[in-house]
């Protein structure tokens, strides 16, 4: 199996600008034609991959997962696309990235966007 690997990252200025550590979420990704059982094992391996660059860290599937079920931050959830929402949703997470997107599968490849 061979992964392509594109991905969108939507800074917070203000958080960007307090620290040299730069933090990362990794928000749901959007399958095409993917079970979610996969969809997870590659949101996993996304950040996994993401926290290996130095300079960067990755919130935690848990943490994120413990943060977004309030009511207060359950809107953000459905951020898709959006990109003021997932600014919000930064600033709300303190992280200064958001990586968004879509995976798909193509035969034995898996591409994400």
């Known amino acids: 199996m061979a992964v392509v690997l594109v991905g969108l990252l939507f ?3 203000s958080q960007a600008a307090k620290t040299k550590t730069k933090t990362v979420v ?5 399958g095409l034609g993917v ?6 094992s590659l949101e996993d391996y996304l950040r996994g991959e993401i926290s290996r660059i130095p300079g960067y860290t990755v919130l935690s599937r ?5 943060k977004l079920s309030t009511p207060r931050m359950r809107k953000y959830t459905e ?3 959006d990109e003021r929402c997932l600014q919000r949703m930064a600033r709300a997470l303190r992280v ?9 599968t ?8």
């Open 62 to 66: 848990s943490i994120q997962e413990k």
């Open 79 to 81: 951020c898709f696309g």
């Open 11 to 13: 800074p917070s200025a």
């Open 26 to 30: 990794v928000s749901r990704l959007a």
């Open 35 to 40: 079970e979610p059982d996969l969809m997870k």
């Open 106 to 113: 193509f035969g034995d490849k898996i591409q994400f966007n």
């Open 96 to 104: 200064q990235y958001v990586v968004q997107g879509t995976v798909a």
